[in-house]
């Protein structure tokens, strides 16, 4: 298979030569700490699954609170192979978030957010933010009684934020409580405003590391590194562990299909035993640290204040840790990303087991 | 065995084993994908059943629309009393067609199609008749069914 | 050896979702032994593309690195053409 006819067509009107060219300047060192440069790979391609099983099935999703839950109980119980991309859209929203995490704690690690790349760290963090909304307003198309109370606490959560909370909530709500209004505006943000801003963000987000090159750890970059071409070494590479990755999801998939709930009920009582999703654990446990009452002030909204500003820091990394930029080793910052990482872990596996 | 010349290089073989492979199991998995973005086809009827007493006693010349599937299926009855059932779709774009007693005629409206009493496309685009079904009554039950076809009614 | 493991693994795995599917009221897996039958033989036939794959893309990746190292894969910039 040739195609010489095609390839012609192709480079008479295109520099072919030259992108080859590109593609084989984009070298990648090879280091002991290499394996953190597959995690974005694999965000990605997580991503791009999320993106086709997600279109095929809003053909058959209903976004209207009368019918919500009953058209996903069809798509799983009558549609030829329903049942497996629901739960492969489940299962790709649960890794990507994991693999998620693990970019952003092994990027805080290695230090990868120092001068120049402080703009890749903040795309990054943001669209770490768009994928836990992303997962919070999937959760609640299913509409049945666990998605309804997860998003009452959720955005009720956001809503004891001082001053601008109460116009978070009535804006996520789309009124004063959730409703059928709520599933309409979740299921936009869902299926149209998030996926058009994480296109725009990873489109940016690559560009930036191929314009940027790979980070190399600091403690490595005095040393000669033996350099790798991307293509196609690294390629292949990453195709397997896509394909790895691929597998795990499918099996997961198959041998774990998430239930489906009760249709939700407002006036129902909630369900026993609730607990979000396990992204939210480590704010959630947070959360329940605080008494209810602190001096006189609300505890959750000063619970709330906390989160926010510790969320706001590890945003303003870059910016805080001005010796790493130096290229001056920064203990203290070491410090600070292994706190925050153990915390995370920490909280998450409390919350977990209890 | 070791063969000193090979038609084919380490390379291209490889290249080939890779791509019709990969080739496979992209096909496969889309495969999967395609049945489920294509639906679950539904399947025009045989048959319907109605019930005779909502439809026998319409006037002459005049239609009463009933469910055919999901398409409009029309019970006519003539001026000289005979009674008849068609599918009320155009042959030519699928619109819907109305019926207009003062002609005596069914007319569609996308595309100034007509249809004489008997179905027979007249004036205008519609390359074929409308189909006409066959009507049979077996007590309170009206069966409306495809020319040729015979029905077994469900043992109720 | 490793594939009756593999086995093992899966047949406990199945075993462990069917026993946890039964406390629902919504089946989200078909229940028709012959379908779960196909959708088992489904999955192991799919792990075993992916695998053939892994291998293919390692042998290529090994023929990829040889020819990298006799240096052969940058072409010369000064070949004469035959115009």
């Known amino acids: 298979m040739s195609c010489q006819r095609l390839r012609n067509w192709i480079e008479e009107r295109y520099d072919v030569e030259g992108m080859k060219g590109l593609a084989k300047q984009k070298l990648v060192p090879v280091h002991q700490y290499e394996i953190w440069y597959y995690t974005g790979g694999i965000a990605m391609f997580l991503f791009i699954l999320q993106f086709i099983t997600g279109m095929v099935l809003s053909f058959y999703y209903i976004p209207y609170f009368e019918h919500a839950n009953k058209s996903v109980i069809e798509i799983v119980t009558k549609l030829n192979m329903g049942w497996f991309f629901r739960s492969l859209h489940h299962w790709g929203a649960q890794l990507a978030i994991t693999a998620l995490f693990i970019h952003v704690f092994s990027t805080l690690l290695l230090k990868s957010y120092r001068k120049p790349r402080e703009l890749l760290w903040i795309s990054g963090f943001i669209l770490l933010g768009i994928s836990i909304f992303f997962g919070l307003s999937g959760y609640l198309l299913l509409w049945d009684e666990r998605a309804f109370a997860a998003v009452r606490v959720a955005t009720g959560g956001a809503g004891n934020l001082p001053v601008i909370g109460g116009f978070i909530k009535a804006f996520l709500r789309g009124g004063i409580d959730v409703t059928g209004e709520t599933l309409t505006r979740f299921y936009a943000f869902h299926v149209s405003v998030l996926p058009l801003i994480t296109l725009f963000l990873i489109g940016m987000h690559i560009l930036l590391v191929q314009y940027h090159g790979m980070s190399v750890p600091m403690s490595l970059e005095k040393k000669p590194l033996k350099q790798i071409p991307f293509f196609p070494n690294l390629f292949y590479k990453d195709l397997i562990i896509w394909l790895l990755v691929l597998g795990v999801v499918v099996s997961l998939a198959t041998l774990l299909p998430p239930e489906i709930g009760k249709k939700a009920d407002p006036l129902a009582p909630a369900p026993e035993n609730i607990k979000p999703e396990w992204y939210f654990l480590f704010l959630f446990q947070t959360l329940k640290l605080f008494p209810g009452d602190i001096l006189g002030l609300n505890g959750e909204t000063i619970a709330i204040i906390l989160i926010s500003c510790g969320i706001l820091f590890f945003f303003l990394i870059p910016f805080f840790d001005r010796k790493s930029s130096r290229g001056e080793k920064s203990i203290l910052f070491t410090w600070i990303g292994v706190l925050y990482t153990l915390y995370f872990i920490i909280m998450t596996v409390i919350g977990y087991l209890t | 065995m070791k063969i000193n010349y090979s038609l084919v290089t380490r390379r291209t073989f490889l290249n080939t084993l890779f791509g019709g492979w990969l080739a496979a199991f992209c096909g496969g998995t889309f495969y999967a994908l395609l049945k489920f973005a294509f639906p679950t086809l539904g399947k025009e009827p045989d048959f319907v059943v109605l019930k005779t007493a909502d439809f026998m006693d319409i006037p002459p010349n005049s239609v009463k629309p009933f469910a055919w599937g999901g398409q409009l299926g029309l019970f006519y009855k003539k001026q000289s009393g005979s009674t008849y059932a068609l599918k009320g779709v155009c042959t030519h774009m699928e619109c819907n067609v109305t019926y207009k007693p003062e002609d005596k005629k069914f007319y569609c409206a996308c595309h100034q199609g007509w249809f004489d009493e008997d179905g027979k496309n007249i004036a205008g685009p519609p390359p074929k008749p409308l189909e006409f079904f066959d009507v049979t009554t077996e007590g309170e039950k009206l069966i409306v069914a495809k020319k040729g076809i015979k029905v077994e009614l469900p043992k109720a | ?83």
């Open chain 3, 1 to 83: 050896m490793i594939r009756k493991i593999l086995f093992a693994c899966a047949f406990i795995l199945i075993n462990a979702a069917t026993l946890w599917a039964q406390q629902e009221t919504i089946e989200v897996f078909p229940s028709a032994p012959y379908d779960r039958h196909i959708i088992f033989q489904s999955l192991a036939l799919f792990w075993v593309a992916i695998i053939g794959l892994i291998i293919i893309i390692r042998m290529k990746l090994k023929e990829i690195e040889r020819i990298q190292k006799m240096g052969i894969d940058r072409e010369e910039k000064n070949i004469p053409l035959l115009d």
